[in-house]
Every structure is written in C-alpha cells, then in structure tokens.
C-alpha cells in the first residue's frame, strides 16, 4: 500500500519569513495530493490540494508543488502570521478510495 | 447546506462498554470515510463506506469494531468492549461520487477509563 513521509515533525519561523513542509509517496498510481490544516481541538481543514496533472498550484499565501518523477510534493507558506500556527497533515490517494496522511507537522509562528 | 455532523462530540466509556459513534455526511456525498488519530499523531484510515455497502475496512480492527452506513440514517462506527487503548479522536469524513476530496467532521472524542 501507500506510504507518506512527512518532514519536519515540528517547524518554528518568525512572523513573515516563509515555512516550507515536505512530503514523499510511494505509489506511482496516486494521483490527489491534499494539505489539511488541524488546529488544536479542531478537525482537519483542507487548504490546497493537487492533482498528479499539475505540477504547481497557488491561493495566496499558500502554494503546492508537485514532483511526480520523484514522488514529493511540498507545501509552502509565504509571509507566515501567528494564525498559521497548527499542524499540517499532507496526504496521497487514488480516485474513490482513502487517504494516505502524513505524521503531521506542527508550526509555530513565533510573533 | 451543513457540513459533516459527528455525535457525540465527546464520550467516556468504561472499560468494556459499547461505543457508538454518528457521522451524517454532507448533504449530496455518498461515501463515507472513518479515521482514527491517537494524541499527537497522524489520521489513520479505518474502513470506507457506500450506502449499504462496505468497500474498504482494511484499516479496521478485526475484532470488537464494526461499521455500517444504512439506507437511511447516518453511519455508525460501534466499537465493542472498549480497551483503554481505544481512546482517541474519530473523524469521519464525507465526499461526493467521483470527486477527490472529502470534508472532515468535527471528530468524536472517546475517553476510556
């Protein structure tokens, strides 16, 4: 089955510079790669997500890169605020059937 | 149109008691997805479910823990003589046929004691 290695378990920046999360899958026929944001308590929240046919996609200051050739993707976070303190959850899949997540990474923007 | 709606939020069994869990998906999805994360850990898949039909419970305990997802009504996951080891969060999470995504409840809060 799929297996998905997350890096690193907990990140700390300062307020405005950039964080950058890392993941790797192992099943060539995954093909949907979401993040989901989780802040304490709370369930899971998707943010970005993209698809095998894309290799980069952006909202804002959130952005997604995707190498299927060497089967990572990354999440990237630009000018980071306090509120984007949580964990982070990456996850693999094919069409109709589960996720894959991540160990999670918990980020802390330090004011 | 509400989100997926999980009941109870939180609930404390006594070791060896029956746990039941609700999840009434999105309104429109069909599927229905259970996961399980213990304290300071990642979601890991239980089972998937259709109306009436189970399709992957690969991640499910084989013993003490069942799912179903009737015609009508919402999906229950019921865990069977609960364990300590059993306390954590279930979330389930809901798509629609043939999309991508799924959309996470606010997650059910099992304490054994």
């Known amino acids: 089955g799929e297996n998905v290695e997350q890096h690193p378990s907990t990140l700390s920046v300062q307020e405005g510079d950039s964080a950058v999360i890392k993941c790797t899958y192992s099943?060539?026929?995954?093909?949907?790669f979401p993040w989901y944001k989780q802040e304490l308590g709370k369930r899971p929240q998707l943010i970005i997500d993209i698809r095998s046919n894309v290799g980069e996609k952006k909202d804002q200051r959130i952005a997604v890169t995707l190498n299927k050739t060497a089967k990572h993707f990354s999440l990237h976070i630009t000018e980071t605020q306090p509120e984007d303190s949580a964990v982070y959850f990456c996850?693999?899949?094919?069409?109709?059937?589960?996720?894959?997540f991540g160990t999670g990474t918990s980020l802390t923007v330090i004011p | 149109n509400a989100g997926v709606m999980q009941n109870p939020r939180h609930l404390v069994r006594r070791r060896g008691q029956e746990a039941r869990l609700r999840c009434s998906p999105m309104k429109g999805h069909s599927h229905v997805y259970w996961y399980r994360q213990l304290p300071e850990e990642g979601l890991k898949f239980m089972v998937y479910?259709?109306?009436?039909?189970?399709?992957?419970e690969s991640g499910m305990p084989k013993e003490r823990f069942s799912a179903e997802f009737p015609k009508e009504g919402p999906s229950i996951l019921r865990i069977q003589q609960v364990v300590r080891g059993d306390s954590a969060a279930y979330f389930c999470?809901?798509?629609?046929?043939?999309?991508?995504?799924?959309?996470f409840g606010p997650g059910t809060r099992l304490t054994v004691l």
């Open positions: 479910l259709q109306k009436e039909n189970i399709i992957d």
């Open positions: 996850a693999a899949s094919i069409p109709g059937n589960q996720f894959y």
């Open positions: 999470a809901s798509s629609p046929l043939g999309e991508h995504e799924q959309f």
């Open positions: 099943d060539s026929a995954s093909n949907y």
